[in-house]
Antibody
Framework: QVQLVESGGGLVKPGGSLRLSCAASGFTFSDYYMSWIRQAPGKGLEWVAYVSSPDDGDIIYYADSVKGRFTISRDNAKNSLYLQMNSLRGEDTAVYYC??????????WGQGTLVTVSS | QTVVTQEPALTVSPGGTVTLTCASSIGAVTSGYFANWFQQKPGQAPRALIYKTSNKHSWTPARFSGSLLGGKAALTLSDVQPEDEADYYCLLYYGGTRVFGGGTKLTVL
């Protein structure tokens, strides 16, 4: 069965960095677009970034709110998705979800990892 | 900046029918926006229900259906069950951009 397991969340000071990981299993990872989606405490969902499948040329998209600070990447040999987050701000505090898809459909979600940006 | 608007809250009686909508600030929602719908219960990750406007995932209960209605994407729940009480989010695709609606809190009462 499809599983997505995020890790790497935690408490970080404003201006700091954090790297999130998502371990995927149960499907051919390289065949799929993959996405990061976040949810601030008590708020709605926000699309953060996606990376296309290698067949589509590893196209990458970022939300304006994270462009220039966050970097999405994938390692198809390790079935893993990453999100490098730099210059973190208080408004980046959220649960970060790894999700399969992003072209026209998002189907599976991980359970999320909490990132807290606070001094 | 594109804004996707949903009803903030709706209430429905058990066994009833309710329609949630998803509107785009730039005009009518068409099939080209590939509307997705998600359900989220407290403390849980979102769960996908509908993709490409009206397609159900293998796990989506038959009482959920997606459509286009009056220039909006719509999610209709028929024969509503108590366990359908949740937050519901739509997602629209704008070329490279993906934008979630603000969510609808559905109360079953």
């Amino acid at each position: 069965q499809v599983q997505l397991v995020e890790s790497g969340g935690g408490l970080v000071k404003p201006g700091g960095s954090l790297r999130l990981s998502c371990a995927a299993s149960g499907f051919t990872f390289s065949d799929y677009y993959m996405s990061w989606i976040r949810q601030a405490p008590g708020k709605g969902l926000e699309w953060v970034a996606y990376v296309s499948s290698p067949d589509d040329g590893d196209i990458i998209y970022y939300a304006d709110s994270v462009k220039g600070r966050f970097t999405i990447s994938r390692d198809n040999a390790k079935n893993s998705l990453y999100l490098q987050m730099n210059s973190l701000r208080g408004e980046d505090t959220a649960v970060y979800y790894c999700a399969r898809g992003g072209l026209r459909c998002v189907d599976y979600w991980g359970q999320g990892t909490l990132v807290t940006v606070s001094s | 900046q594109t804004v996707v608007t949903q009803e903030p809250a709706l209430t429905v009686s058990p066994g009833g029918t309710v329609t949630l909508t998803c509107a785009s600030s730039i005009g009518a929602v068409t099939s080209g926006y590939f509307a997705n719908w998600f359900q989220q219960k407290p403390g849980q990750a979102p769960r996908a229900l509908i993709y490409k406007t009206s397609n159900k995932h293998s796990w989506t209960p038959a009482r959920f259906s997606g459509s286009l209605l009056g220039g909006k994407a719509a999610l209709t729940l028929s024969d509503v069950q108590p366990e359908d009480e949740a937050d519901y989010y739509c997602l629209l695709y704008y070329g490279g951009t993906r934008v979630f609606g603000g969510g609808t809190k559905l109360t079953v009462l």
